[in-house]
């Protein structure tokens, strides 16, 4: 495998683990350089630059890894018996009724979800977050109603506690019964000590803490994923990191629930805005230099005074008004108040190749000859 193509991979999945967990990709390309031997990915790069190269084994177990890792501990490295035990589990998803309201209850990759028509209610895996119940409809949605919400948290904690259990015989005791120095073994890993790092937030985890809480970070709540015995990604391997800091706990009780309302709204930002502005421009732009305009276009949105658009004079014909643009700021409510014309440093000369080239890759090749006709292209560079 080429080095570029073997970094584009380690990338790709370092992009899927990031979304999985919702952390910075940054994050992502760290732990899969740690997880092939080396501190950092810009170590990792440089290895490779200096001939080092991923084995297919790597390849395909960073994969396993990756794919296989859910927010739940108990799927990875589990067991056929586990597998088959908690698929059991899953087909008994039951149905029921409370008041007049039919639910269903599963269990969700470790999240234990009571759901009916309109609403559910979930449980998190880890045992330090809130349960949330999430309504889909305006009208006639039970989540609202104190009692019911009582009735189906009852429910949902004792699935629960059922699967806590299991997890806990699952895993090996000292993961979750600390020795007398609080020494705890990983569950996952195996690793054996008795402070820990969450990579999700930083913190400092004693072995106590994190067998209390299941192997999830008391701070944050990560899973038993994002817990290691040394934090890879610091220069000091963690010596720094400041001791977990558990939600301080403002008065919140067993029968505590956020109620979200679950029904997607549209936040229209200023960003927003200005992403549909843009938009409308290059919908409407009719050649290669106006698409260059409209990409180029310097676009303010001010929810007091309105919009105002600046379009390069040597890409966007003066005479041309945006129509699309001003009817998309009409529809989110605002008005294009200043059109202007600028000059800036387009990033080639020649703007007008635009307007006659074909496309794209037309225009890409008219620009290129023109310059090697006139002074050359120098040899490929990156910008730092
Ligand atoms: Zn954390």
């Known amino acids: ?34 997880r092939l031997g080396f501190p950092s990915w810009t170590r990792l790069v440089t290895a490779g630059k200096n001939g080092w190269t991923c084995s297919g084994n790597e390849m395909l177990e960073l994969e396993e890894f990756i794919i296989l890792a859910p927010p739940s501990a108990t799927f990875l490295r589990a067991d056929p018996e586990i597998a088959s035990r908690r698929a059991k589990i899953l087909e008994k998803a039951d149905v029921g009724v409370i008041g007049r309201h039919a639910y269903r209850i599963h269990d969700f990759l470790g999240d234990i979800i009571v759901a009916g028509d309109g609403w559910s209610l979930r449980v ?53 019964k600390p020795d007398q120095d609080g ?25 106590h803490q994190v067998a209390d809480n299941l192997w999830h970070c008391p701070g944050c709540g990560a899973s038993p994923l994002d817990i290691y015995d040394h934090a890879f ?21 067993d029968t505590e629930v956020k109620i979200v309302d679950g029904r997607l709204k549209l ?9 549909l502005i843009r938009l409308a421009l290059i919908d409407e732009a009719s ?28 890409l966007w014909p003066e005479d041309k008004d945006p129509v699309q643009a001003m009817e998309v700021a009409k529809l989110v409510g605002l008005e294009v108040v200043d059109l202007a014309i600028m000059w800036s440093d387009v990033p080639f000369a020649w703007p007008s190749l635009g307007e006659v080239a074909e496309d794209a890759v037309t225009y890409t090749q008219m620009m290129l000859d023109a310059y090697r006709q006139h002074g050359g292209v120098s040899p490929k560079k990156s910008e730092d």
């Open 1 to 34: 495998m080429t080095e570029k193509r073997e970094h584009h991979e380690l990338r790709t999945l370092s992009k899927r683990y990031a979304r999985a967990h919702r952390i910075p990709q940054h994050r992502a390309l760290d732990l899969i350089a740690g």
């Open 124 to 176: 998190p895996e880890n045992p330090s977050a809130m349960p949330i119940a999430e309504s889909y409809s305006d009208t006639d949605t039970p989540v609202h109603d104190p009692a019911f919400l009582k009735a189906a948290l009852q429910l949902a904690k004792g699935w629960a506690d059922q699967v806590k259990a299991q997890t806990a015989t699952d895993w090996p005791r000292r993961s979750t």
């Open 183 to 207: 020494v705890v073994r990983h569950p996952l890993w195996g690793d054996e000590a008795s402070v820990w790092f969450c990579m999700h937030c930083d913190a400092k985890i004693t072995g």
């Open 233 to 253: 990604w610091c220069d000091d391997g963690g010596k720094s990191l400041s001791p977990v800091k558990p939600p301080t706990d403002d008065g919140a009780s």
């Open 267 to 275: 936040d229209l930002t200023e960003e927003k805005i200005e992403f």
């Open 287 to 314: 050649n290669i230099s106006e698409k260059q305009a409209a990409l180029l276009a310097e676009i303010d949105v001010d929810f007091e005074l309105g919009i105002s658009i600046a379009l390069e004079a040597d």
